[in-house]
């Protein structure tokens, strides 16, 4: 298997319960291939959030194995978990910005994070700005942005980095048609890029604009997967000269 | 918005670097810990100075009054009639002048005692009226040990029958167990304070990490370590500190000198022997110091602390 076809999450026989309640994940088990588009779907209170937060490390399993770029992230020291939540961009439900900063810095942020340079900074956040079509509102606080706004800086934030997998909450709950479809376009550019992309929604309508995606069921905290191919799926030539 | 995203980077390099510097700074609100921090720091550190300036000059007494002290001893004469007193005093002087151990004695002139005496008696006193005992004060090479005293004593008392023998630092035993009270005060106020300012630290600390959970919890989950996220507290607090320090620090040795300046004015010898040197300034000046490292310490640890609750 050549390097590009490493899987880029596995998830076997996962299992989370918070607290001493019931499990709302069972047996969860799949494969994230790079380059792959998929939708999680299921009705509220399926478990999509609770899947999303296990990749985003921010919860762990009560059972089962998680594996991240190669790395069983569940036995991981803590300290080392930051460098994997690096790779990743996350689109928030509520998209949790910085209600303190400007859209400017609520972008910069992941690069900052991360350590690049200051003089590095201005141009690719500019360049997200405008493309997000915010330019002009770069010193604008969250709270003086429209909802539509905050989640276009939401989004700029998430990919600004280029992450190896970008998950998205729910993105297109806070906007209108036109909008969503936009949102999808920018997401699938990026999957072109090589970027793996999870996108959580219940608007079944949405699964139809990207043919390429997979879809991820989720029922009552169990993953439908009849045929085997989010396990198993059947290998796919990644988008070359994504770097 | 257009459909494709701008060329972007290449990957990052995604090390666990450093975030710092002001742009790190702005992760809290400007004056989120701000409010009455530095001014209980201040307050703490201003007493802090006073009681370790406090503690050092009453060391400085006590070690000063017993050196002087422990080699002393004096000798008094109690004989109401002048002419014997005068006689057995120069008896004494001669015969102590034959002792290796004593180095010097004096006797103290009649005028220097009614000076001794005036706060008491008043100015005039007339020697035979009040009968005054004769003070030889006596001066050992080392220490006026029990056994020095005791064979002084046997001496003087065959020429003088009147006459008593007393170690200086016996007086003053009493004395000397005050100021190490005193001490010891000093010490148990300046450890007590430093509890104190810590415990301030941590609850604002506290206070600040929770009105700002929501944006450590997103720092943390765009990849932010938790060194990253407590050096930003730690920052603000060390500044905090500092200013709070500064002025603590000016407060208390405004009221170190004033208080220095009030027991000189005393002109007292025993007082005056309780100066700072300037060692002790280094110690007193050092107070703010080890307050902003103290406190620097407590938000990271505190912060560091509730961080690890997290994954």
Same mark, same amino acid.
């Given at each position: 298997?050549?390097?590009?076809?490493?899987?880029?999450?596995?998830?076997?026989?996962?299992?989370?319960?918070?607290?001493?309640?019931?499990?709302?994940?069972?047996?969860?088990?799949?494969?994230?291939?790079?380059?792959?588009?998929?939708?999680?779907?299921?009705?509220?209170?399926?478990?999509?959030?609770?899947?999303?937060?296990?990749?985003?490390?921010?919860?762990?399993?009560?059972?089962g194995v998680?594996?991240?770029?190669?790395?069983?992230?569940?036995?991981l020291?803590?300290?080392?978990?930051?460098?994997?939540?690096r790779?990743l961009?996350?689109?928030?439900?509520?998209f949790r910005?910085?209600?303190?900063?400007?859209?400017?810095?609520?972008?910069?942020?992941?690069?900052?994070?991360?350590?690049v340079?200051?003089?590095?900074?201005?141009?690719?956040?500019?360049?997200?700005?405008?493309?997000?079509?915010?330019?002009?509102?770069a010193?604008?606080?969250?709270a003086t942005?429209?909802?539509?706004?905050?989640?276009r800086?939401?989004?700029a934030?998430?990919?600004?980095?280029r992450?190896d997998?970008?998950?998205?909450?729910?993105?297109t709950?806070?906007?209108?048609?036109?909008?969503?479809?936009?949102?999808?376009?920018?997401?699938?550019?990026?999957?072109?890029?090589?970027?793996?992309?999870?996108?959580?929604?219940?608007d079944?309508?949405?699964?139809q604009?990207?043919?390429?995606?997979?879809?991820?069921?989720?029922?009552?905290?169990?993953?439908?997967?009849?045929?085997?191919?989010?396990?198993?799926?059947?290998?796919?030539?990644?988008?070359?000269?994504?770097? | 918005m257009?459909?494709?995203?701008?060329?972007?980077?290449?990957?990052?390099?995604?090390?666990?670097?450093?975030?710092?510097?002001?742009?790190?700074?702005?992760?809290?609100?400007?004056?989120?810990?701000?409010?009455?921090?530095?001014?209980? *720091? &201040?307050i703490? $550190?201003a /007493?802090?100075?006073?009681? #370790? @300036? =406090?503690?050092?000059?009453?060391?400085?007494? !006590?070690? +000063?009054?017993?050196?002087?002290?422990?080699?002393?001893?004096?000798?008094?004469?109690?004989?109401?009639?002048?002419g014997?007193?005068?006689?057995?005093?120069q008896?004494?002087?001669?015969?102590?002048?034959?002792?290796?151990?004593?180095?010097?004695?004096r006797?103290?002139?009649?005028?220097?005692?009614?000076?001794?005496?005036?706060?008491w008696?008043g100015?005039?006193?007339?020697?035979?009226?009040v009968?005054?005992?004769?003070?030889?004060?006596?001066?050992?090479?080392?220490?006026?040990?029990?056994?020095?005293?005791?064979?002084?004593?046997?001496?003087?008392?065959?020429?003088?029958?009147?006459?008593?023998?007393?170690?200086?630092?016996t007086w003053?035993?009493?004395?000397?167990?005050?100021?190490?009270?005193?001490q010891?005060?000093? *010490? &148990?106020?300046? $450890?007590? /304070?430093?509890?104190?300012? #810590? @415990? =301030?630290?941590?609850?604002?600390?506290?206070? !600040?990490? +929770?009105?700002?959970?929501?944006?450590?919890?997103?720092?943390h989950?765009?990849g932010?370590t938790?060194?990253?996220?407590?050096?930003?507290?730690?920052?603000?607090?060390?500044?905090?500190?500092?200013?709070g320090?500064i002025?603590?620090?000016?407060?208390?040795m405004?009221?170190?000198?004033?208080?220095?300046?009030?027991?000189?004015?005393?002109?007292n010898?025993?007082?005056?022997?309780?100066?700072?040197?300037?060692?002790?300034?280094?110690?007193?000046?050092?107070?703010?110091?080890?307050?902003?490292?103290?406190?620097?310490?407590?938000?990271?640890?505190?912060?560091?602390?509730?961080?690890?609750?997290?994954?």
């Amino acid at each position: 298997m050549s390097k590009g076809d490493e899987e880029v999450v596995t998830f076997d026989n996962v299992g989370l319960r918070y607290g001493t309640g019931k499990e709302v994940l069972s047996d969860v088990s799949f494969t994230l291939w790079p380059g792959s588009f998929y939708f999680l779907t299921g009705a509220s209170g399926a478990g999509k959030t609770s899947l999303l937060k296990l990749l985003y490390l921010a919860q762990r399993p009560s059972r089962g194995v998680i594996r991240m770029f190669g790395t069983d992230v569940i036995t991981l020291p803590r300290a080392s978990l930051p460098n994997y939540r690096r790779r990743l961009g996350v689109v928030f439900q509520d998209f949790r910005l910085v209600p303190h900063m400007s859209a400017y810095d609520n972008i910069a942020l992941p690069l900052r994070v991360s350590g690049v340079p200051e003089a590095e900074v201005t141009k690719p956040v500019t360049d997200m700005l405008e493309w997000v079509g915010l330019a002009h509102r770069a010193e604008a606080r969250p709270a003086t942005l429209s909802g539509g706004e905050q989640q276009r800086v939401a989004i700029a934030r998430a990919v600004i980095g280029r992450p190896d997998v970008l998950l998205a909450d729910e993105p297109t709950g806070n906007v209108d048609p036109d909008m969503a479809v936009k949102l999808l376009r920018l997401f699938e550019a990026l999957n072109r890029l090589g970027t793996t992309v999870v996108v959580a929604t219940h608007d079944l309508h949405l699964l139809q604009k990207v043919p390429q995606s997979m879809i991820m069921r989720l029922d009552k905290g169990r993953l439908s997967d009849p045929t085997g191919m989010l396990r198993n799926p059947p290998r796919r030539q990644t988008s070359e000269g994504a770097d | 918005m257009s459909e494709t995203p701008p060329t972007l980077r290449g990957r990052l390099k995604r090390g666990l670097v450093p975030f710092r510097g002001d742009r790190a700074n702005q992760l809290l609100p400007q004056g989120s810990l701000a409010g009455p921090v530095p001014w209980v *720091i &201040a307050i703490m $550190v201003a /007493l802090t100075v006073i009681a #370790t @300036a =406090a503690g050092l000059a009453l060391s400085n007494l !006590a070690s +000063g009054a017993r050196d002087e002290l422990s080699g002393g001893a004096t000798v008094q004469i109690i004989q109401a009639d002048p002419g014997e007193r005068t006689r057995q005093a120069q008896r004494v002087e001669e015969a102590l002048a034959n002792f290796p151990e004593v180095a010097t004695l004096r006797q103290i002139p009649d005028d220097e005692l009614e000076q001794l005496l005036e706060p008491w008696l008043g100015a005039g006193v007339d020697s035979e009226a009040v009968p005054v005992p004769a003070l030889i004060d006596v001066r050992f090479r080392g220490e006026a040990t029990p056994d020095n005293l005791r064979r002084i004593r046997a001496a003087i008392l065959q020429v003088a029958p009147d006459a008593r023998v007393d170690a200086q630092s016996t007086w003053l035993r009493p004395v000397f167990s005050a100021i190490a009270s005193l001490q010891y005060l000093a *010490i &148990a106020l300046v $450890v007590l /304070l430093a509890i104190t300012s #810590t @415990a =301030a630290v941590f609850l604002a600390a506290r206070s !600040a990490l +929770g009105s700002n959970r929501e944006t450590i919890e997103i720092v943390h989950l765009l990849g932010g370590t938790d060194t990253q996220i407590a050096r930003v507290f730690q920052r603000t607090v060390g500044f905090d500190a500092t200013l709070g320090g500064i002025v603590g620090l000016v407060l208390g040795m405004g009221a170190v000198l004033f208080l220095g300046q009030r027991f000189a004015a005393l002109d007292n010898g025993m007082v005056g022997g309780g100066g700072l040197g300037w060692l002790d300034w280094i110690a007193v000046a050092s107070v703010p110091l080890i307050t902003v490292a103290l406190a620097m310490l407590t938000a990271r640890v505190t912060v560091v602390a509730a961080l690890r609750r997290m994954l």
